[in-house]
């Protein structure tokens, strides 16, 4: 395991956050050389600008609640460590490529890699930022592609009527993009009110859950990672519906509703999981490729709103349990590398 790390590192040397045990995480050093190896003409070395916490993923990889059983397809692709800890994990870091292809050198990219501030990766796990996306946003690129993927699973069509349970980062994304459909009506619901701001920022029709809602939607969206929303997605469902589940619920039962309605409407219940593409788009796409779709999208100035909140790198290991905690104000959560 790394050693602790000091104010700062030097050229071969970086600094990265690791979960050391359930509930705790540290700063630890790690060489560079020790990362990957010596960058090559085909490996970039990158210097971190800013990285943002995917809060439901990593509130259960920093409490030790991801399961026997997942500890395999849960993996980063730059993870260090083992579940549940010690752990390097993380998968949304923007920065810049100071050594490797001149093509790269000085160009701002992204890297599904955990919070640490400079790596060496091969080149081509990096993806250069559209030029009019600010690396500020760019850290919400892992959500859109989550989102993007979400969507081609759904399958809505043009005049759907789209419901979306529970608006973390995620969810909102989804509603966002659901909404620019033609003709669609996209319905934005979460229990805590003070997500009705930022659906209004997004031009969505929100809604908490606790008036009467509609129960004739041709497909819906469930991200809320609670078991009740996927009670609340069930009810909403018209008949012959897709109910999308995209939460991850780590090693937590969930009571699935199946009774009243359930077969009566021939409902289909579809998991999604952004490891893996979309099976209808397999064929014509990749993972590459969707990423760079997710950051294109991103360009959208509205966007801004989904980013509540910043910390130095610095303070990471005081400040990481109360950014996954308060759940009911923090977005996305921004972590700058000074």
Known sequence: MPKEA???SSPREARAWWVTSPGKGEILETSLAGDSRECRG??????????????????????GRVPKTEHER??????????????KY?????????????????KPVFC???????YQVPASAVTPLPEDLPPERAVLAANMETAVNGLWDGLPGVGDRVAVVGLGV???????????????RVTAIDTNPARALVAEQLGLDFSDGTGPLLDDHDLVIHASGHPSGLETSLALAGAEATIVEMSWYGDQPVPA????????????????????????????WDHGKRLA??????????????????????????????????????????????
């Open 6 to 8: 000091g104010a700062t």
């Open 42 to 63: 085909d490996w970039v070395t990158v210097q971190a600008l800013y990285s943002g916490i995917s809060r439901g993923t990593e509130s259960l990889v920093f409490h």
């Open 74 to 87: 849960m993996r980063a692709p730059f993870q260090e460590g083992e579940f549940p800890g010690p752990v």
């Open 90 to 106: 993380g998968y949304a870091s923007v920065g810049n490529v100071i050594e490797g292809p001149a093509e790269l050198v000085g």
């Open 112 to 118: 599904l890699y955990p919070h640490q501030d400079r």
């Open 170 to 184: 995620v969810g909102l994304l989804v509603a966002w993009l659901a909404s620019r459909i033609p003709g669609t």
């Open 257 to 284: 509703p199946l009774g009243a309605a359930f077969h009566p409407r021939r409902l289909t219940l579809k998991s999604s999981q952004v490891g893996q593409l979309a099976a209808a788009r397999r064929p014509r």
């Open 293 to 338: 779709l997710a950051l294109s999208l991103l360009r959208d100035e509205s966007l801004e709103c989904l980013i509540t909140g910043e910390t130095p790198f610095e303070e990471l290991p005081q400040a990481m349990n109360r950014i996954l905690i308060d759940g009911r104000d923090t977005l996305c959560h921004r972590i700058a590398y000074g």
